[in-house]
């Protein structure tokens, strides 16, 4: 019995297994699409009624999915503590922590049903390629992020020394400082704070240039990664 519903529940070569893999993929989609609806406001009653008894399906079903792949499983702690066991968990906890609450009011609870969507990447095999590409460069991409960490850090120091002064109520310490780093590193330049001093605005410049390479790097790590697992593929 384990190993037929193992051979339905995993992903394996038979019509079985795809049945259900598209049918798990219709219900996350569905229930999807009832989270994004239920935002709609002034909704009848009926509509609201229609909405939820779709979510406590599509809880079910995905419960009953949780219960089977730890029961069909060889290593049950390792997969409940695996990234996709962890988003199997997180896509019906919120259902189950608001039960006799009204879910509208635990705003945090609703997000968690975001997670359902993550559920998709274990039917896809080019989310899959980039799980792998994205785990055979974790290093680079470790190092990448401290790096940045580094520079978002010295540009709210730059920025502090050179703007304090001009704007005290922008530039108030190098905390505050953090969100314009932020903003200029990764060159999305909201405008709402920006230097006024003659060299705040050559430094900016240069932490501009770096923000360019900084948007470019994770891009290449990530795409050399994805060229090499290919590569191994074939």
Request: proline fraction near 3%; aromatic fraction near 16%.
């Amino acid at each position: 019995m384990k190993q037929y519903l193992k051979n339905i529940v995993e992903i394996n070569d038979n019509r079985k297994s795809r049945v259900f893999a598209y049918f798990i993929q219709a219900l996350i989609f569905l229930s999807i699409i009832s989270f994004s609806y239920e935002t709609v406001p002034d909704l009848e009653p009926g509509t609201r009624k229609i909405l939820k008894i779709i979510e406590v399906f599509c809880v079910v079903v995905f419960t009953i999915e949780y219960v089977l792949r730890i029961y069909v499983s060889d290593k049950k702690i390792k997969f409940i503590f695996s990234f996709f066991g962890i988003i199997d968990f997180l896509a019906i906890l919120p259902f189950y922590l608001a039960l006799g609450v009204d879910l509208r009011s635990l705003r945090a609870l609703r997000f968690l049903r975001l997670f359902r969507i993550l559920k998709l990447m274990r039917y896809n095999k080019a989310i899959k390629r980039f799980t792998i590409a994205i785990a055979t460069a974790k290093e680079e991409i470790i190092l990448f992020l401290i790096v940045t960490l580094i520079l978002v850090y010295f540009s709210s120091v730059g920025i502090y020394y050179f703007e304090h002064d001009a704007q005290p109520e922008h530039f108030a310490s190098i905390f505050d400082s953090l969100w314009w780093a932020i903003v200029t590193l990764t060159t999305v330049g909201y405008g709402d704070v920006y230097p006024v001093t003659v060299g705040g605005k050559v430094f900016t410049f240069f932490i501009l240039m770096i923000g360019l390479g900084i948007v470019a790097i994770p891009t290449g790590i990530i795409s050399s990664a994805l060229t090499t697992s290919v590569d191994k593929k074939e």
